[in-house]
């Protein structure tokens, strides 16, 4: 993916729609609060979010160690009935997270251990502690390089340090985000899952607006 061509838009005006995107607001309520027309704060956030994914892009090559949670999730979809796993016209998606750390996400065309064991093999290191559900497309962990503990959440939750919850919790902010948008526009759905995990990976407001200002400097000015 590349970013092509400068921003039109004043650095101030730029600087206000930033503060406005950090915040987590939609580029209409940006565009009422900034002064610019909807489409000319759709396309800036569109630039963003690119721009987020380019560089989450290049750290994605950064592997993880200790202890990591692994699940998948589905998102979008507009038929009724069945969730998670199996849900039509939805999204699979899979997620590692080191604990005390970052997360990790990756659109997926299913959740077979075909499909998910080269993106652990390639993200975490070798005698890591890797925690997930009993999802079959785990068992090929327990004859791998990682250490292999699963919960069963037909029984709990929770055992100890035997969980999840990390990785979940990312899932349910994820969703919370993307549902005030009233839908994602499917060509973009990546570039939006990819802005949920810096939001995630970058607690402090004042830290992600300074380095998506850094980033708009090297991209857009």
């Given amino acids: 993916m590349g970013i092509v061509g ?3 838009l004043s650095h101030y005006k730029q600087d206000r729609l930033i503060e406005h ?3 987590g607001s939609t580029s209409l309520t940006a565009a009422r609060l900034c002064g610019v027309n909807r489409k000319t704060s759709s396309y800036f956030f569109l630039r963003l979010r690119e721009i987020i994914a380019l560089e ?3 750290e994605s090559e950064a592997m993880f160690g200790g202890e990591i949670e692994v699940d998948e999730s589905y998102f979008g979809g507009r038929r009724k009935g069945r969730c998670g796993r199996g849900a039509g016209g939805k999204i699979p998606v899979f997620g590692l997270l080191k604990r005390g750390g970052k997360v990790y996400t990756k659109i997926i065309p299913n959740a077979s251990s075909a499909t998910l064991m080269p993106i652990m093999e390639r993200k975490i290191v070798p005698d890591s ?13 327990d004859v791998s390089a990682f250490k292999h503990f699963r919960i069963n959440h037909s029984e709990l939750f929770a055992d100890k340090q035997n969980h999840i919850n990390g ?6 902010q994820a969703k919370r985000h993307m549902r005030k948008f ?3 526009p499917k060509a973009q759905f990546g570039l939006y899952l990819k802005e949920c ?4 990976n970058n607690s402090d407001p004042l830290d992600k607006s300074s380095q998506i ?3 708009v400097n090297r991209y857009l000015r």
């Fill in 21 to 23: 995107f950090v915040s």
């Fill in 56 to 58: 989450l892009e290049v």
């Fill in 213 to 215: 200002k850094q980033w």
């Fill in 182 to 184: 009233n839908g994602v």
């Fill in 129 to 141: 502690i890797v925690y997930s559900d009993s999802w079959k497309g785990y068992n090929v962990l």
């Fill in 6 to 8: 400068k921003s039109r």
């Fill in 167 to 172: 990785i979940e919790n990312f899932w349910n």
């Fill in 197 to 200: 995990e810096w939001r995630f």
